[in-house]
């Protein structure tokens, strides 16, 4: 396999890595298209402040490095997005900087335990900095348009890892994953690392059941008037966190407050089905 097909088969992996991620932190779905291009010196000036350049250094070798790249508005509205999604609406600067260089480096982690597998050996993420890569990087770059929900940004990433000794027989380059395979994906995903969401208080609730009623009924409504609700009695209630159902379960009692035993926990394709 020819080193352009190595950097493909990199630059389609961290896709893959990068939506996974992504999609399991915020709940929304992620597209992203990619292609090859040469990147200007004004693109990795050190002296530039609206451009956040991470490098990250692997094991397999010395000159085994890839960094990722994204102007102020891409990583500060991806950090935003992810804070938000937890709760967090009005984050300091560098929580949101923080936040979206975690999820640059889960990304990469992945794209380790990859190569890893492909390597038939361990490959780890040795310790990163924010610095752009040089002139004379020799990898190859790529320009990546990222979707989410309604919005786009822009990412940069540079490859220099040389796969094509690894293996005798070393994977091909696939086809991007599909809106439900990525879903998929993103459930298998081990949880988050992300420190500073970890205290983050979420509003947790029980919803017994819905009705929907003309606007007729609801003015007659007054003090003993009955809402039927669309769910028996012997269905569970459904457990709602930040707005999505996560789990259902049956109503107990501790110790004097009511209380739900889960029953179910639910898949993150469901979730996305049963936002409120």
Partial sequence: ???????????????????????????????????????????????????????????????????????????????????????????????????????????????????????RKEISCGEGKAAPPPPSHGGAAYSFEVKLGEQTFALLAVFTLALANLSDSPPQPSAKPAAGDRAQAAATV???????????????????????????????????????LNRSLAEPVEVIVNNCVIARGEVVVVEGNYGIRIKQVISRQERLRTLY
Avoid: C, H
Wanted: aromatic share 6%; net charge negative; charged share 25%.
């Fill in 190 to 228: 081990p949880a988050g690392s992300i420190d500073l969401l970890l205290d983050v208080e979420l509003p947790v609730s029980v919803s017994f059941g819905r009705a929907q009623l003309m606007l007729k009924d609801v003015i007659k409504l007054t003090t003993g008037s009955i809402v039927e």
């Fill in 1 to 119: 396999m020819s080193q352009d097909n190595d950097a493909l088969w990199l630059a389609e992996e961290w896709t893959r890595q990068f939506s996974r991620t992504m999609e399991s932190m915020t709940g929304e779905s992620v597209a992203i298209t990619f292609g090859s291009r040469e990147l200007s010196a004004e693109e990795i000036d050190p002296a530039r402040q609206d451009q956040l350049w991470w490098d990250q250094p692997l094991s397999l070798s010395p000159e085994a490095r890839i960094w990722i790249g994204a102007p102020a508005a891409s990583w500060q509205e991806i950090g935003n997005r992810v804070l938000r999604s937890a709760g967090v609406d009005d984050a300091a600067p560098d929580d949101v900087r923080s936040t979206y260089l975690e999820i640059v480096n889960q990304s990469l982690s992945g794209v380790a335990s990859t190569v890893s597998t492909r390597a």
